[in-house]
């Protein structure tokens, strides 16, 4: 049959059918070689139904191919299971989408004069900043703005602490009373590190009352002092990690990984991560690591965790997390292996 009549059975355009012939996804039976007019075959209807369904709902054209290829194969069983992860995808970003909305929802509310005033324990920010403290941008050479603070946020469970350098995440969570009902809920403001660790040594154990705005106060042992926020916009850390979903997550224990054995290559070397029995090792010369992290940057994160550390491992290409007690939260970029 032509590529009209294929368009007209599949519902697909005949310029989306070229598409597909370029891409490799759906080739036809024959092209003729003097005119470059395409024929399909007639199973071939059934395969062009397939992509057009599928790609009404986003499937990458890799994962179609392969459907297509497990299909033709008799492996449909297997095809199945490639469109059934991609429903759990859509799915799970149907959820997230659905949080994220309803975050920007409660922004509008709490939309007007923004001094967000909170009280929170010196030791509990102490231990939220050590969690991400590893993560600030240090480089002197090569300054980032924001980078180079942190981010605090007041969320309705309390005071949340980002930081990030572009390749690892830092979290930190911890209770926090706030005043004014919703004042300054789910808004962030950047502060210099060294400002936040002043702070800490300024509470001496006791509590600290932090006024959020413009210039940042803070109150504790009867003193006072303030910064300015770090100009700019801080990166949208929810975009690629969703603090309620990695919560949830399955993790192994990885109270046994040891400095020397990250460090063993020399600071900076990538490192294979391997489960075995349910806790993380570093891989062994028979282990299949699941994944390669700088050995250096996962023995930072680890030294800001509280409690016994648990990482999820999601596969090569996934960022490595670090969790600790009290919602602490880490994320490495994954490095190729050596």
Do not use: K
Not at 13 to 24: E, H, M, N, T, V
Not at 78 to 88: F, N, Q
Not at 296 to 323: K, M, N, T, W, Y
Not at 325 to 333: H, I, P, T
């Amino acid at each position: 049959m032509t590529i009209g009549e294929l368009a007209r059975l599949s519902g697909l355009s005949a310029s989306a059918l070229r598409f597909y012939d370029r891409q490799g996804v759906l080739v036809p039976a024959e092209v003729d070689a003097v005119s470059g007019y395409r024929r399909y075959a007639p199973g071939q209807v059934s395969d062009a139904c397939v992509v057009a369904h599928l790609r009404r709902v986003g499937m990458p054209l890799d994962e179609l191919s392969l459907v297509l290829d497990l299909r033709a194969r008799g492996q449909v069983t297997d095809a199945r299971d490639v469109v059934v992860a991609h429903e759990t995808r859509l799915e799970e970003g149907l959820q997230h989408a659905r949080r994220e909305i309803a975050r920007a929802l409660e922004a509008l509310e709490t939309a007007g004069p923004a001094t967000a005033r909170v009280t929170v324990a010196g030791p509990a920010l102490a231990a939220a900043l050590a969690a991400v403290r590893f993560a600030v941008w240090e480089s002197p050479d090569e300054p980032f703005g924001v980078l180079a603070g942190v981010l605090v946020e007041v969320a309705p469970d309390g005071l949340r602490l980002v930081a990030t350098d572009r390749y690892r995440l830092g979290v930190g969570q911890t209770a926090a009373r706030t005043e004014g009902g919703a004042v300054g809920l789910n808004r962030g403001w950047v502060l210099p590190p060294r400002w936040l660790e002043e702070v800490v040594q300024l509470a001496a154990g006791g509590d600290v009352r932090l006024e959020l705005d413009d210039v940042c106060r803070a109150r504790a042992g009867g003193r006072l002092i303030e910064s300015p926020c770090v100009a700019g916009d801080f990166p949208d850390y929810r975009r690629f990690l969703d603090v309620e979903d990695v919560r949830n997550h399955a993790g192994a224990d990885a109270s046994s990984l040891t400095r020397s054995e990250l460090l063993t290559g020399g600071a900076g070397t990538p490192v294979g991560l391997a489960v075995a029995d349910g806790s993380v090792r570093v891989a062994r010369p028979d282990d299949e690591p699941v994944v390669h992290v700088n050995g250096e940057f996962l023995l930072e994160a680890l030294c800001g965790v509280e409690g016994v550390p648990s990482l999820v491992l999601d596969g090569p290409i996934s960022p490595l997390v670090i969790r600790g007690a009290n919602g602490g939260l880490s994320v490495l970029m994954p490095v190729s292996a050596p």
